[in-house]
């Protein structure tokens, strides 16, 4: 989908966004509606569906074992160099489910984890599963007073903490009582206790045991190696836990109030199905075989769990535990862990191809095995992509894996979000954009949905939208969370019914069903700038219209700032391909014209542009996404322009001088680009 032309006010109409109606409605007329596709699935899928209820209702424990279960003697798990076969994880875990059920946890009890990614991570996964408890992992850069809330609201048997985040929280802690504080120290699963990767490690993390010094501190507090062996003795059973069984509270990225972020209860369906459906059979990619999946996103996060370690897991390969999570570490962490899976989020992907390119430390290393890089957490723009895939096709990226390197390089796109879970997947994404035949379709490629999910593109008013109209973007499947916990609210507002009376799950962007029966996101339905007249322009439109300048332009994101006097402004925070032939003045000179060309003089108007040098980096959230608080926060500065254009001369402003000159109403942009020109 291209924005050329674009007649606002029409593409702004009540009865939603539309593209080129008439051609969607002919679509429509040779496939089936996009309710009728999903009202009844291939049969594979059907049986497969039919299968969880009666093959897999079991914890995601006796998933990941029976998976596993011809595969036990190879490494499941790898750490700074040291590898843990299935045999030796499971027996961990099992002895820790000993403990836990020693200790007095029952079925549905929680196990509060504030934990870096380390092997014991996943040692605490399996044994809560095989004892039906819920792991509720936490960030120590959570507000203390939400920490306090989780603290007082859960039953304080037991908190497990990695040495690297327990100082953080070590107060909050000690106030909360529980019966069993156990520390996991960063080194315990390394060789012979020893960091091989100091050389890279030391630059951001010392790694040393700090739980003797906390122990000194605290006499209350055990190491994991003592609470291994707190349930040596326990000879009783373990509950039935089953698909239905809640098995974790997992946390959005605090897209919401700072550090108060939503708690999601999944299943243990949740993690099973995903797993059944990513299955060569099912999902008609490749199997992994052999392959290393790293997993570095911070343990809160559904995303970690799921893509990282679960489904690495049931394809029967190892997953590379990194526990140093930062944009500029994530490259040394692909040299000390390998790996050919590397979910990361964009802005740690463009951060570590522009240290492939720039640090001394990285120069000439290769990521030869690194076969599927998926940006996650967020769209990721076209230009990026390009940038990125010529970057991995110099690192010779998958090399080793495949039979010859592919050109380009492909990066693989994955979507949905944490209250979801992986409903999307796309592999190989740009080289099957090149192969089409169809220039509309490379365009409109878009992420190609999982058959085990339903999705829809509705109208406000829950009508289904037709093919390639634009509208908010709903799925429903066995991925989908159950709640909100004690949120019944936020809760109530995920869930949409539509004008059939199905429920689905909210996603909350903008989308539309492209002519392959793809999904295309194009952005956050609550990101938009209000017109005079109360309109809404969404600022993904104002974000394509500066990235189609592809060959200069490499990022672009769009906030809404409010002025008191004249309303809302939408800075344009863009950055420059690191090989950009235009200068800084003459791209946004461009923009500006086109913006001048297709919108109405208001919505030209109201666009200023912010360039964000090339080492000036978005400033991010704790998970790793663009902070969009942040990008408002810094408002209207004097880094902020705008372009006086008229017949003789083209001049850069200062964007709080061309405000202050509109005052407190928007002219025709002929009549203001003059009159700012004259009094500028």
Request: charge should be neutral; include cysteine; charged fraction near 30%.
């Amino acid at each position: 989908m291209k924005i050329e032309n674009i007649d606002v006010e029409k593409f702004l109409k009540e009865d939603g966004f539309t593209l080129n109606r008439e051609h969607s409605l002919e679509l429509s007329k040779n496939n089936p509606s996009i309710k009728r596709k999903h009202v009844k699935k291939p049969k594979k899928v059907e049986e497969a569906l039919q299968e969880l209820e009666t093959m897999h209702n079991w914890s995601w424990y006796e998933e990941v074992k029976n998976r596993n279960k011809n595969n036990m003697d190879k490494p499941m798990v790898y750490y700074r160099g040291n590898e843990k076969t299935g045999y030796e994880v499971f027996e961990e875990a099992d002895k820790l489910a000993n403990s836990f059920r020693t200790c007095g946890l029952n079925k549905g009890d929680e196990v509060i984890a504030c934990m870096a990614n380390v092997p014991e991570f996943l040692t605490v996964l399996l044994a809560a599963s095989k004892c039906g408890l819920i792991v509720k992992p936490i960030g120590e850069d959570f507000d203390k007073d939400f920490l306090k809330t989780i603290f007082e609201t859960c039953n304080k048997k037991i908190f497990i903490v990695t040495d690297d985040k327990y100082s953080k929280i070590s107060d909050i802690v000690r106030d909360a009582h529980f019966e069993h504080k156990v520390i996991v120290s960063l080194t315990d699963s390394l060789p012979n206790g020893k960091d091989p990767f100091a050389e890279y490690d030391n630059l951001f993390y010392f790694f040393e045991n700090k739980v003797p010094k906390y122990k000194k501190e605290d006499s209350t507090i055990e190491s994991f190696k003592e609470f291994l062996q707190y349930g040596k003795n326990y000879s009783g059973s373990f509950p039935k836990v089953g698909i239905d069984d809640d098995f974790t509270e997992t946390f959005t990225s605090g897209s919401t109030k700072i550090g108060w972020p939503k708690t999601i209860v999944h299943k243990n369906r949740h993690y099973i199905a995903i797993a059944r459906f990513h299955d060569p059979d099912l999902s008609r990619m490749p199997a992994m075989r052999n392959m290393r999946g790293l997993a570095h996103i911070p343990t809160h996060s559904n995303t970690n769990i799921a893509s990282s370690i679960s489904d690495t897991l049931c394809q029967t390969c190892t997953v590379a535990f990194e526990p140093i999570y930062n944009k500029d570490f994530l490259a040394y962490s692909f040299q000390i862990n390998e790996p050919g899976f590397a979910p990361a989020t964009r802005s740690h992907i463009l951060n570590t191809m522009r240290q492939y390119e720039e640090n001394p430390m990285l120069k000439g290393k290769k990521l030869s095995k690194l076969l599927n890089f998926v940006a996650v957490g967020e769209d990721i723009a076209k230009n990026e992509e390009i940038y990125i895939n010529k970057c991995l096709k110099k690192l010779e990226a998958g090399s080793e894996v495949l039979p010859k390197p592919l050109s380009p390089i492909t990066l693989s796109v994955g979507g949905g979000n944490c209250e979801h879970g992986g409903l999307f997947f796309t592999l190989f994404k740009s080289m099957r954009e090149r192969l089409s035949l169809s220039k509309s379709l490379r365009e409109d490629y878009g992420l190609t949905p999982f058959q085990l999910s339903d999705v829809a593109v509705l109208h406000e008013d829950g009508t289904e939208c037709e093919f390639e109209e634009i509208g908010n973007l709903v799925a429903n499947s066995p991925l989908t969370m159950k709640e909100y916990q004690n949120n019944p609210q936020e809760t109530e507002k995920f869930h949409v019914i539509d004008n059939y009376g199905r429920t689905w799950g909210n996603c909350n962007v903008w989308s539309y069903i492209a002519k392959n029966g793809n999904v295309v996101m194009k952005g956050r339905k609550d990101s938009y700038l209000k017109l005079s007249s109360g309109k809404q322009v969404p600022n993904f439109l104002i974000a394509e219209t500066v990235l189609e300048d592809e060959e200069n332009v490499l990022s672009c994101e769009v906030v809404t700032v409010k002025d008191e006097e004249v309303g809302d402004i939408a800075v344009a925070h863009f950055q420059l391909q690191p090989d950009a032939i235009k200068t800084k003045e003459d791209i946004i000179i461009e923009t500006e014209t086109r913006f001048r060309e297709r919108f109405s003089p208001e919505l030209a108007a109201r666009v200023v542009y912010r360039e964000r040098r090339k080492y000036e980096d978005y400033t991010l959230t704790k998970s790793g996404k663009r902070s969009i608080p942040a990008l408002e926060n810094e408002g209207i500065t004097d880094s902020c322009v705008k372009p006086i254009l008229d017949l003789n001369e083209n001049k850069i402003i200062p964007a709080t001088q061309y405000i202050k000159l509109n005052h407190k109403k928007y002219v025709p942009a002929d009549k203001l680009f003059v009159y700012a020109k004259t009094k500028a």
